[in-house]
């Protein structure tokens, strides 16, 4: 489709609008409340444009470009002085009322308000009244709210009501009065409250945590990094200034996280600054638990020569630093540091997304989907952002049907809102509690997972899956089971999801034979696994011998060093297991970032970095492959635990790992050493990659602080740390154009110095970047013969008398190690000591609610609060699972009750 902007023909995409067509081109084009993500709603009128009739019309009309669709030969300007005029007016009327203190506002100078006023030419204030003043709230730990900058775009509650679901921050007007904000104070209670603070153009809501420990923007060091908060990798940017982890910002990333993240991935960075961190080597027994880095590598090399030892890696740890760990130790040494139930639920995954027939989808791919089946998953917990593409892809269908009655395009946001109200598409969640997709569902299936599997089981059946007819469901169910069928039948992109998050394999089975059913149909199903950790997909690709074995080895003496990577042991299986490691090893050394309950027995430690100190790749849970990179050199002796491992080697003259120096040199050998891992080398430029003969800065070219940091102690510009790893630098002198996608450290452009600037790093608008978005999909569709569905139906759940199962119970705060040494995140945990109990089950044994009950598992006892809940099967009890200190580890797990006096 051709136009023409001021006389000038371009190419544009059909469908879009003209601010987005502008945009697009590369072109200037100054906007408030139009977002890639939300569409147009035409509140700021910041936008105007003048569009013509044809060729002889010199007069034209002004109009919104947010608002007006691209047609074939429309004429436009952007230039035109009546346009111009208008839209600096407009921006006149939004800063009426603005305080105008940049100076001290936590966005000055990376603010998309002050970029569009430059842009606009608006330079002096007209009005020179008093101006009008809000109260200001209190939203909690991560944001700080001030009423007092806004405009009026509306993009906030867009955000927050329309596209993720928040019920508590609205908008109230009256007259010219328009205040944002909750009917009270207290804290935001989406899950993606956090996003507001880059949706906001202005300084209303910024990040309470930058706060904390503020500095501008422009004076952090960035590097692109992967969220550790889950398994879903989403892109993020993390900022450094002084030595700490100051911000965690969005890395927009087209084929995943897109604009957003969750609140557990934009906040529980602290653990980074935490004073738990190991920072200095340390060895056991020594009078003050430190000497020299030199001499415990020694040691620790001579225990390797001379004994058989161990490795335990970690899904929370690297690819490469799992890899040369095993390396380090052994094939037939190295053992997953995961519990028995997370190996259980990662390798059935991996098989399921190897040998299946059916595509995993990406984040953005699974918000496409006109049908979502949720078997055994709090999503909301447990993946959150997979949650907020479930409720975007709950939108499709009815919006369709919408726009092709009335003929809208998806980007008219309100007109298609008001078409739709509150229609949206099918979703049948099967799960033992109530979970906050709840309110979307079609129909909504409680009761044991292992019954819900059954009825997965049923699904699937219904659908033509060569299983075995599925026995003693109720005719309701049977009922379900056909229109579930039907429904997904009925889908054109049908997603499946299931994972961890039960406790109960079956339900990973029940989607698999679900998702190969409708393959085997002639549709075109996605199906989407949930993991526990960050790199738990990738963990398991390496391969490993279980936790428990490398018990039984301690226990038979055949082995009496352990290497612990990453890892605190004792969140992986019961106490009284882990002690064994720490009674029958001679020796347990530890590579970690931070003192926990491992660290606390272990006689030697050596500090890990981070990954904001670290270089490494994770693989998410579609089988993406992602690479995060060191944002600052660390304090101390802390560096990655794959470095540590090849200094180790270098003195006990381990061969598996002679000649690995460096980032490239892991990775070429994991790439020649496994074949499943083979496109490794194409993910990221190597260490030797320049453009123009430069490597990419990490800091920003207004970056200013290098001198004045250390000029207390010298003057002197101390020299910069050298990056031997990667393309990257930590100067701010470098290639000062666009770095290839995986090495994007953060977003600007001349005139665009807030987050907006993405648009100028994409191949279209909300698409994906140039040269394609970061991450190698290393798992693809098994398509040759039919699918080997899996036949092993559950039995019916039956309690067991004088006993309760205990299944897990997942909380996107606590439930995560890392994240909890963040306050903000501590503070809005669940607690760890309740025992969740159907009411019935507590009058059976005569507990009042809130006391304290013993259960007994596998030889040991623990004690927890006994507390109500009425969703909870007779005979199956919950506990919040990953909680600090948790007397429950390893769930799910039969345990007999007995009622303390």
Not at 253 to 279: A, H, K, M, P, T
Not at 281 to 300: E, M
Not at 446 to 470: H, M, N, S, T, Y
Not at 479 to 497: F, G, N, Q, S
Request: charged share 20%; glycine share 8%.
């Amino acid at each position: 489709m051709t136009i023409y902007i001021d006389n000038k023909p371009y190419e544009v995409k059909p469908g879009s609008n003209l601010l987005e067509a502008v945009l697009q081109l590369g072109m200037n084009l100054p906007y408030f409340c139009w977002h890639p993500a939300l569409g147009s709603v035409g509140a700021c009128r910041q936008c105007a444009v003048k569009v013509f009739k044809d060729e002889d019309d010199k007069t034209g009309r002004i109009v919104m470009g947010c608002m007006e669709p691209v047609k074939d030969n429309l004429r436009l300007s952007v230039e035109d002085p009546g346009a111009k005029a208008f839209r600096e007016q407009v921006i006149g009327w939004l800063m009426t009322n603005h305080p105008h203190d940049c100076a001290v506002c936590d966005e000055g100078g990376s603010c998309h308000l002050q970029d569009m006023t430059v842009m606009t030419g608006h330079t002096y204030r007209h009005y020179r009244f008093s101006k009008r003043t809000y109260e200001n709230q209190d939203l909690g730990p991560f944001l700080n709210h001030e009423m007092n900058r806004c405009i009026q775009c509306y993009r906030c509650v867009r955000f927050y009501k329309d596209y993720a679901g928040g019920k508590d921050l609205n908008v109230f007007a009256a007259h010219n009065h328009v205040y944002f904000g909750r009917c009270e104070n207290g804290t935001l209670e989406s899950e993606f409250s956090g996003n507001l603070a880059e949706v906001c153009p202005t300084g209303v809501f910024t990040d309470k945590t930058l706060k904390s420990h503020y500095t501008r923007k422009w004076d952090m060091t960035w590097a692109p990094s992967v969220c550790q908060g889950c398994s879903l990798g989403c892109n993020i940017s993390a900022g450094e200034r002084y030595g700490s982890l100051r911000q965690i910002a969005n890395r927009y990333n087209g084929e995943v996280n897109g604009y957003f993240l969750c609140d557990r991935g934009r906040y529980g960075y602290e653990f980074v600054n935490s004073d738990q961190r190991i920072l200095q080597p340390a060895i056991r027994p020594h009078s003050n638990g430190t000497i020299n880095k030199a001499h415990i590598l020694d040691q620790v090399a001579q225990r390797l020569k001379n004994g058989r030892t161990i490795g335990i890696g970690s899904p929370r740890a690297s690819l490469e630093s799992n890899f040369a760990l095993k390396l380090l130790v052994g094939e037939d040494n190295f053992f997953l540091g995961v519990s028995d139930s997370d190996h259980d639920h990662a390798s059935l995954a991996l098989k399921i997304l190897r040998e299946g027939p059916v595509r995993t989808p990406s984040l953005q791919e699974a918000g496409q989907a006109d049908a979502v089946l949720i078997l055994g998953e709090d999503l909301t917990n447990t993946a959150p952002m997979l949650a907020l593409a479930v409720r975007q892809a709950l939108r499709r269908k009815p919006e369709a049907d919408a726009m092709g009655q009335i003929h809208l395009s998806d980007w008219q946001d309100a007109a298609v809102r008001e078409a739709v109200q509150d229609k949206h598409g099918p979703l049948f969640i099967f799960h033992t509690v109530p979970t906050k997709l709840d309110e979307l569902a079609e129909d909504v299936r409680r009761g044991a997972p292992e019954q819900l599997a059954r009825l997965g089981f049923a699904v699937a059946k219904a659908l033509g899956a060569d299983i075995d007819p599925i026995t003693g469901l109720s005719a309701e169910e049977n009922t379900l089971a056909d229109k579930i069928a039907a429904t997904l039948m009925a889908a054109e992109r049908p997603l499946i999801v299931s994972g961890y998050g039960s406790g109960c394999d079956h339900m990973m089975k029940a989607a698999a034979n679900v998702a190969w059913a409708l393959q085997q149909k002639g549709r075109q199903p996605k199906l989407s696994l949930t993991l526990p950790e960050v790199n738990s997909l990738g963990l398991e690709m390496l391969g490993g011998h279980r936790l428990d074995t490398a018990i039984d080895v301690l226990r038979q003496g055949e082995a009496d060093t352990v290497i612990v990577l990453e890892n605190d042991l004792y969140r992986r299986a019961d106490a009284h297991l882990i002690d064994e490691i720490f009674l029958h090893a001679q020796d347990v050394i530890l590579i970690d970032h931070l003192y926990n309950r491992t660290a606390e027995k272990a006689t030697v430690l050596l500090p890990a970095g981070t990954f904001a100190e670290a270089d490494g790749t994770v693989v998410n849970n579609e089988g993406r492959a992602q690479r995060f990179y060191q944002v600052f050199v660390p304090k101390g002796e802390v560096q990655e635990s794959w470095r540590w491992c090849l200094q180790i080697a270098e003195g006990s003259e381990v061969r598996a790992l002679h000649g690995l120096h460096n980032l490239d040199d892991i990775d070429w050998a994991i790439t020649t050493g496994m074949p499943a891992l083979a496109q490794l080398q194409h993910l990221a430029p190597h260490a030797d990659f320049r453009i123009n003969g430069q490597r990419i800065p990490r800091e920003p070219h207004r970056y200013s602080g290098r001198t004045a940091m250390l000029a207390n102690e010298n003057v002197s510009e101390p020299k910069p740390a050298e990056d031997l790893d990667t393309p990257l630098s930590f100067t701010m002198e470098g290639y000062r154009g666009e770095p290839p996608s995986p090495l994007i450290p953060f977003f600007w452009s001349p005139g665009w110095n807030s987050v907006q600037s993405v648009n100028k790093y994409q191949q279209e608008i909300g698409g994906h970047l140039h040269g394609g978005d970061p991450g190698i999909r290393l798992l693809e569709p098994h398509l040759n013969g039919g699918p080997k569905y899996f036949h092993e139906v559950p039995d019916t759940f039956v309690p067991v008398p004088g006993h309760v199962h205990i299944m897990p119970l997942y909380h996107i705060f606590g439930s995560e190690e890392l994240s909890m040494y963040t306050h903000g995140i501590a503070k809005n945990a669940a607690d760890y000591c309740c025992l969740y109990l159907n009411p019935d089950d507590l009058a059976r044994w005569n507990i009042a609610p809130g006391n304290w009950v013993t259960v007994e598992m596998d030889h040991h006892t623990c004690r927890l609060v006994a507390t109500p809940n009425h969703w909870m099967p007779h005979g199956l009890a919950g506990v919040t699972a990953g909680m600090p200190h948790s007397p429950v580890v390893d769930l799910p797990v039969l345990a007999k009750m007995r009622v303390n006096d």
